[in-house]
Every structure is written in C-alpha cells, then in structure tokens.
C-alpha cells in the first residue's frame, strides 16, 4: 500500500539542530537538601526558646503582667483642739520643785477651770522629755491641743495615769474618763534636759 505525499508547510522548512530542544533541568538535590536542614534548625532554636521562656513563665522568674503595687492608705492628721472639758493631772517628774504648781496656775490663767486641774509629784525625777497622755484614740486631738497650749510637748496614749478604782484598776471607761495627763521633764527645769552621752 503506497503512501500519500504530505502537502509541504513551514515546519519542513525548520533546520536541523543537534541537540536536546525543550528539556528541563533536574533540580540539584544537595540544594533541597540544604534548604531543608536549614529549616529544621530555625525550628528547633524558636522551640527551644519557646520551651525556655515557658517554663520560666511558670516557675515564676518571668511575670508578664505585673501586680499593681498597694496604694498606702494616708494616714489622718489630727487637728489640735483645746478641750477644757478634761480634767489634767499634772505630775513633776523632776528634782525641781515647784514645776507642777507652776503649770497648773499656766493653765488655769488661760481659761482651764481651777476644779478641773491637780498637781502632784511623779514618782521618778528623771523623766526626759515633758509628756501629754491620753488614754483613747478620741482624745489625742485634745491632747495635742494641750500640749500647744503648754508650749509644745509630746503625746503618747497610755492608761497608765488614768483614775483608778477602789480596787486599784484603771478606769478605762471611755464614756466617763476624760482625763489628760502632763508629766513634766527634764526639758522644763532651770538645767534643761541633759545632753546624750557620746557612744564609744
């Protein structure tokens, strides 16, 4: 059976070339390998530090949100007040003589009732520093209050020298003592306070 002559076109007319036409390379498998262990390292190091920075997480070394630091609670400042509703024992706590009557009569000339103020004698005469005592939070006010008058002297709050019963036990009764005690010191004598000793 004879063949059929193809009609001629522009494809016969194409040179001879030697040589592949249109092949594609391989790829270079040490180059994919390469790409791929570099990976692998990039992912181990990010766990690895996610796993450090976790547990120190956990164990408390790192806080990632702070704790708000307390606000202090200012504390109230106690504005002096004069009461002379409180009865004042004035004790002399010194050598001198004299000082209680004398701090008596103070008060008394500034307007305190005669019947509401007594003097008398400590039983130490080497109190340093002149004291107001109060024996409730309520009363420090009125305490500092005399204290000011009295030309400046410390408070502190003690039931020490508060009346007592005939049983001989302190009458703590808010809602019945208002007694204010000034025990005189050394600071009030003619000599003044003495002078701390130097420390070795």
Same mark, same amino acid.
């Given at each position: 059976?004879?063949?059929?002559?193809?009609?001629?076109?522009?494809?016969?007319?194409?040179?001879?070339?030697?040589?592949?036409?249109?092949?594609?390379?391989?790829?270079?498998?040490?180059?994919? %390998?390469?790409?791929? *262990?570099?990976? =692998?390292?990039?992912?181990?190091?990010? +766990? /690895? !530090?996610? $796993?450090?920075?976790?547990? #120190?997480?956990?164990?408390?070394?790192?806080?990632?949100?702070?704790?708000?630091?307390?606000?202090?609670?200012?504390?109230?400042?106690?504005?002096?007040?004069?009461?002379?509703?409180?009865?004042?024992?004035?004790?002399? %706590?010194?050598?001198? *003589?004299?000082? =209680?009557?004398?701090?008596?009569?103070? +008060? /008394? !000339?500034? $307007?305190?009732?005669?019947? #509401?103020?007594?003097?008398?004698?400590?039983?130490?005469?080497?109190?340093?520093?002149?004291?107001?005592?109060?024996?409730?939070?309520?009363?420090?006010?009125?305490?500092?209050?005399?204290?000011?008058?009295?030309?400046? %002297?410390?408070?502190?709050?003690?039931?020490?020298?508060?009346?007592?019963?005939?049983?001989?036990?302190?009458?703590?009764?808010?809602?019945?003592?208002?007694?204010?005690?000034?025990?005189?010191?050394?600071?009030?004598?003619?000599?003044?306070?003495?002078?701390?000793?130097?420390?070795?």
């Amino acid at each position: 059976m004879s063949r059929t002559p193809h009609p001629r076109d522009r494809f016969d007319d194409l040179p001879n070339t030697s040589g592949r036409v249109g092949a594609h390379r391989a790829e270079n498998p040490r180059m994919r %390998a390469g790409v791929v *262990t570099l990976w =692998a390292i990039v992912v181990t190091i990010v +766990l /690895i !530090a996610a $796993g450090i920075f976790g547990s #120190l997480v956990l164990s408390g070394r790192i806080v990632l949100v702070p704790s708000p630091t307390p606000t202090p609670t200012p504390t109230a400042e106690v504005t002096p007040v004069v009461d002379m509703s409180f009865s004042v024992l004035v004790l002399n %706590a010194t050598p001198e *003589t004299g000082l =209680a009557t004398a701090l008596k009569d103070e +008060l /008394i !000339a500034k $307007g305190w009732g005669a019947d #509401l103020v007594n003097a008398s004698s400590a039983s130490a005469t080497d109190f340093p520093q002149t004291t107001v005592y109060y024996a409730f939070p309520g009363d420090e006010a009125a305490a500092k209050g005399l204290a000011e008058l009295i030309g400046g %002297a410390d408070i502190a709050q003690s039931t020490q020298y508060q009346p007592t019963d005939d049983a001989g036990t302190a009458d703590v009764d808010e809602s019945q003592a208002k007694q204010l005690t000034v025990v005189i010191g050394l600071d009030r004598t003619a000599a003044g306070a003495p002078s701390p000793s130097p420390t070795s």
